[in-house]
């Protein structure tokens, strides 16, 4: 449609109908034509009637492209004006066949493997019948009590874009490709803002930060996703300044519209409009819709506010219908750049026009994940497993399926390939003893494991937390591996000392207490469908492992909330302290993460032979780093660039990571690799909120993690 067709269209809808453009349902309240639909949240008995909801703008959690097919031709048969409903849903890493959870992708610490998963699993899902995910999160994290860690990319903000770029671009494609191509959905970045500053790492806990804080940490990837075109943004659960989200004006207008030049539809998390009645800032339901649409948010989701209340607020001259209008105008922009007027099934009904090959998906799948594992210890070369060791497989996820993680939507764990399977896919002679229980062993199963582990080379330990242990509502306020699977390591290691430890989880756990008992250690997340099989390419050496932490593992407890991009304090720690007190340290603890972000091992390993660069720069500095390789085989690594701007007008932070590219140097020799940093990569938020980037002085560090060395200095000059 064009856009005058659309205001045509606006100017033929009675109030109701167009209040009812603003609401979100789950598909159970079609009851007579839908199935329960997936409930992600507190769902309430909200009392629409029949005839509101044949004025609904959006149906989310459908599962089958049947079910989807069945409500739109039920709706439009209902709707006097004939506008389709959007379907949304929680595609997050994956539809059916799932790719490793969103964390481990930043751990890929590269944005193709993003931008692949966005497409292949959005194409999936939208053969499905789905149009919109409720995707990319870019929450920035810090603390991994907070179980959301999982579906975050990590703790720094330049990565977090990169990847937000990706995914958008992946899921969306180019600028106006969703209006044709409908193997492409839109994307509904979130939660905005701030959601992973939570008080105590407890979900939905307050939340608190300095404009400066906010503005430097927080918005960089939101602002990525919209520079990328993203077509939604979604409200968080947490207040901000002291007011939630979903009705804080000054975030969703002076923030959200003005600076980061959002235009789309921005939607509601699960019933957080009448949550703000619960966050008592607004009496009732009617109060609740009143602020929430004044101050921004668009769609109500799962609430009875907005068709409720909307109209009355409008009929006494509270709610000017112009405002009504503006907010129905983008629902209808979004279903317009769907190609939802011109083909309201969105390809369902055409042959060939949707869907992808499951062997496509899952190799893909396979891939991600072996480039998303990270590995993070591998003493005496223990890893790879060579052909003709003897190998066991032993623990609580040694035969488990449980490795898609939350937010796995129609996954089924039945198909996902475990640890196991994926060895006794390899020509390793592979003895599994898996045990039942996560958390309690009998004797019978101890001694077959520790029989086991003695009577081969290598002893692999599949250790971690259920799927159900990370994702949202799941904070711990210990986020360790379980005392039974620490003792049950330690007895392996007493009769095997080759023990190779694999983890799968969703955040980072509190490993210091492990790492006597393992010589190899491989952290796997949950890596989706294809796990087994993406851990066996890593464990024999058919894939080398390439992925980085992409947040710090904590030493201790006491540490959180940890990052590498900390303020030099007026009293940092340094190297040479020799005691005496009065600097920023714990009396019983370290201040160093046990693994920084960044980190992550691979077979062989690269040096940084020189970098040179100018002294002074003006618009841009050429930086050329030659890598050598001493080894015997091709080594690929993540180059990291870091930088320190050495006197800010605030303080900033020790290093901030500013580029990364993977490198592969051929055995034996060296690469020369030319980067470019610009200007705007010496930018920093200043007190009044601007961004900009000031003359003086900037070390640069060059490595494979965030405790890279310093390489000299250079001088940004008036240019
Ligand atoms: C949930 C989550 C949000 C999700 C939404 C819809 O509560 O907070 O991330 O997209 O509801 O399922």
Sequence with gaps: MEK????????????????GQLVQLTPNFFAEVAAEGEITGPLAELGITKEELYTLGSVLGTHTKEEVYALQKNYLAHSRL?????????????????????????ASFDPAVAEEVASLSGAEASAAGVHVTFSPMVDLVRDPRWGRVLESTGEDSYLNSLMATAFVKGYQGT????????????????HFAGYGAAEGGRDYNTVDLSDWNLYQNYLPAFQAAVTAGVKLVMTSFNVLK???????????????????????????????????????????????????????????????????????????????????????????TLKNDLGLFADPYRGLTTAGALGVKEEVLRKASRQAAAKSMVL????????PLTTGQKVAVVGPFAASQDILGAWSWIGQKAAAVSLAAGLQATD?????????????????????????????????????????????????????????????????AAVNEKVVTVLFNGRPLL??????????????????????????????????????????????????????????????LTEDY????????????????????????????????????????????????????????????????????????????????????????APGTSEKIELTLTKDDLAYVHAELSTAADPGDFKLYVGFDSQCPAYGTFRLVEG
């Design 175 to 190: 600028a106006g490709e969703l209006a044709t191509n409908f193997r492409k959905i839109a994307a509904c970045v979130k």
């Design 511 to 572: 490993l210091a207490d492990i790492l006597l008992a393992t010589k190899g250690l491989v952290e796997a997340f949950f890596p989706g469908s294809e796990g087994g099989h993406a851990l066996a390419d890593i464990l024999t050496g058919k894939v080398a492992p390439s992925a980085k932490l992409p947040m710090s593992y904590p030493a201790t407890l006491g540490q959180i909330p940890l990052h590498y991009d900390e303020l030099s304090t007026g009293r940092p």
């Design 4 to 19: 005058k067709e659309l205001f045509a269209l606006l100017s033929q809808m009675t109030l109701a109908e167009k209040i």
């Design 82 to 106: 004939k506008i389709p409903l959007v379907f949304m849903a929680d595609v997050i890493h994956g539809y059916e066949t799932i790719f490793p959870i969103p964390l481990a992708l930043g």
């Design 578 to 665: 020799a005691g005496g007190g009065y600097v920023s340290f714990y009396l019983d603890q370290p201040n160093a993460p046990l693994f920084p972000f960044g980190y992550g091992l691979t077979y062989g390993q690269l040096e940084v032979a020189d970098v040179t660069f100018p002294a002074t720069m003006s618009h841009q500095l050429p930086v050329t780093v030659t890598l050598h390789n001493p080894g015997v085989k091709a080594v690929t690594e993540t180059l990291q660039v870091y930088l320190e701007d050495l006197v800010g007008e605030v303080a900033l932070p020790k290093r901030s990571l500013k580029h990364l590219q993977k490198v592969t140097v």
């Design 428 to 492: 390793l002679a592979v003895t599994v003893v898996p045990t039942v229980d996560r958390l309690a062993y009998t004797p019978k199963e101890v001694d077959a494991m520790l029989a086991a582990a003695a009577a081969c080379d290598v002893v692999v330990v599949a250790l971690g937390e259920s799927a159900s242990e990370s994702g949202e509502a799941t904070s711990k306020g210990q986020p360790s591996l379980p005392a039974t699977q620490v003792a049950l390591l330690q007895k392996i």
């Design 376 to 383: 993070l210890k591998n003493d005496e070369d223990i890893l």
């Design 242 to 332: 002291g007011i939630p989200s979903t009705a804080n004006k000054w975030l969703l207008q002076d923030v959200l519209r003005q600076d980061l030049g959002f235009e789309g539809v921005v939607i509601s998390d699960w019933g957080a409009v009448r949550e703000l009645v619960t966050h008592r800032v607004a009496e009732d339901l009617s109060a609740a819709a009143q602020r929430a649409f004044t101050a921004g948010c668009t769609m109500d989701m799962m609430s009875s506010a907005y068709i409720k209340y909307l109209g009355n607020l409008v009929t006494t001259g509270v709610v000017a219908e112009t405002d009504i209008d503006a907010a129905v105008l983008q629902v209808l």
